[in-house]
Each structure stands twice: as structure tokens, then as C-alpha cells.
């Protein structure tokens, strides 16, 4: 009986250490994949860096760009109503005389 319990035993050891030997060649494979994958994103990621830096500081250059001109309509747009009164239309005429949309409100 003591025989067959270590002859059980080898064949579990055995067994355990091919799985642990299958789990690590996977982990090594896996392991080696992410490695190329984060290389190639450094790679992809230093090539569209100064790209995206660039278009963010143009991106916040033309909205303060528009921000300065609409300052600057509506602040002619006081003037004019200050000297004509009836310049504008008021908002039922305007919504039926002008259909594009007020780019000022947040929708």
C-alpha cells in the first residue's frame, strides 16, 4: 500500500510541475506580447505626440479667437440697438426670419 501511494504521488508531482511548466511558457508568451504592444505604442504615441500638443494649442488659440469676435458682435450688436432700436427683430419675427441657430446658446 505504501508503494501505490508514492507511485500516486510521482505521477501528481509529475503532472503539477508540466502544468506549472505549460502556465509559465503561456505567461512568457503573453508576457512577450505585451512587451512588443507597449513598445509599439511608445513608438505610435512619440509620433503623434507633438501632432497633438500642436493642434491642442491651435484648438484653444481659435476659441479664444472666437471668443474675442463674439465679445466684439455683441458689444456692436448694444451699440446698433442703442442707435436703431428696430435694427433687430424681436424673437417671434427673428424666428420666423432667420431659421439658423443661435451659436451663442449651449445646447
Not at 511548466?21 to 513608438?43: I, K, P, W
Not at 501632432?51 to 494649442?57: H, L
Not at 469676435?69 to 442707435?83: C, G, H, Y
Amino acid at each position: 500500500m505504501l508503494m501505490i501511494w508514492t507511485l500516486s504521488s510521482i505521477c501528481s508531482t509529475s503532472f503539477f510541475i508540466y502544468a506549472t511548466t505549460c502556465r509559465l511558457g503561456r505567461l512568457q508568451d503573453s508576457n512577450a506580447v505585451l512587451s512588443h504592444f507597449n513598445e509599439y505604442s511608445e513608438h505610435c504615441f512619440a509620433e503623434v505626440s507633438s501632432d497633438f500638443s500642436r493642434n491642442t494649442r491651435l484648438l484653444k488659440s481659435m476659441k479664444s479667437d472666437l471668443d474675442y469676435i463674439f465679445q466684439k458682435l455683441r458689444s456692436m450688436k448694444v451699440k446698433i440697438m442703442a442707435t436703431y432700436p428696430d435694427a433687430f427683430p424681436d424673437e417671434l419675427s427673428r424666428e420666423e426670419f432667420d431659421q439658423r441657430p443661435d451659436l451663442e446658446v449651449p445646447q
